[in-house]
T-cell receptor
Framework: DVKVTQSSRYLVKRTGEKVFLECVQD?????MFWYRQDPGLGLRLIYFSYDVKMKEKGDIPEGYSVSREKKERFSLILESASTNQTSMYLC???????????FGQGTRLTVV | TQLLEQSPQFLSIQEGENLTVYCNSSSVFSSLQWYRQEPGEGPVLLVTVVTGGEVKKLKRLTFQFGDARKDSSLHITAAQPGDTGLYLCAGFGAGSYQLTFGKGTKLSVIP
């Protein structure tokens, strides 16, 4: 069974904190993605990575950074959390360029 | 960014009715995918369409990719309560590995 695991289902952080969201896949996939999902706005791509140590900005990268030191792990970093970053964060991976994306269960982050 | 517009945004129907969900863009996509998401879970792939004009069937679900590869539709025949969920279309733009999603159609099938 393919598996994408996000480190937390629910997270509450304070404004200004540095926040790390971790994602691990066990499928040896090349590509990994971070999305946020908000009501009425759908899934919006924050960053994606098509190889280890390679990353590309998505549609809404401001306020975020990512790290991919190992193929199986893709981390999303909120440098200084703000209330407008309260959202559902979804990690996904895919085998190659245009293949099916497998999603984790999501992390619901609340910034207070 | 290549945009995908989905319609309708919300759909509430009685069990047994048919429905169609649309996914449109002004851009050409190399492929389009349809996902279904249930509350508290990540999206799960239903189908990928690649060739213009392609039609794929998955039990009571029929997916079509437009001839120009700019649009797609999902048709559900005789909807059942188990079809309830958020339906998302997603696509890779020409020459891009960026997977872009539409905003989704939230379907409720009432018994």
């Amino acid at each position: 069974d393919v598996k994408v695991t996000q480190s937390s289902r629910y997270l509450v952080k304070r404004t200004g904190e540095k926040v790390f969201l971790e994602c691990v896949q066990d499928m040896d996939h090349e590509n990994m993605f971070w999305y946020r999902q908000d009501p009425g706005l759908g899934l919006r791509l924050i960053y994606f990575s098509y190889d280890v140590k390679m990353k590309e900005k998505g549609d809404i990268p401001e306020g975020y950074s990512v790290s991919r030191e190992k193929k199986e792990r893709f981390s999303l970093i909120l440098e200084s959390a703000s209330t407008n970053q309260t959202s559902m964060y979804l990690c996904a991976s895919s085998l190659w360029g245009f293949a099916e994306a497998f999603f984790g269960q999501g992390t619901r982050l609340t910034v207070v | 960014t290549q945009l995908l517009e989905q319609s309708p945004q919300f759909l509430s129907i009685q069990e047994g009715e048919n429905l169609t969900v649309y996914c449109n863009s002004s851009s050409v996509f190399s492929s389009l995918q349809w996902y279904r998401q249930e509350p508290g879970e990540g999206p799960v792939l239903l189908v990928t369409v690649v060739t213009g004009g392609e039609v794929k069937k998955l039990k009571r679900l029929t997916f079509q990719f437009g001839d120009a590869r700019k649009d797609s539709s999902l048709h559900i025949t005789a909807a059942q309560p188990g079809d309830t969920g958020l339906y998302l279309c997603a696509g890779f733009g020409a020459g891009s590995y960026q997977l872009t999603f539409g905003k989704g159609t939230k379907l409720s099938v009432i018994p």
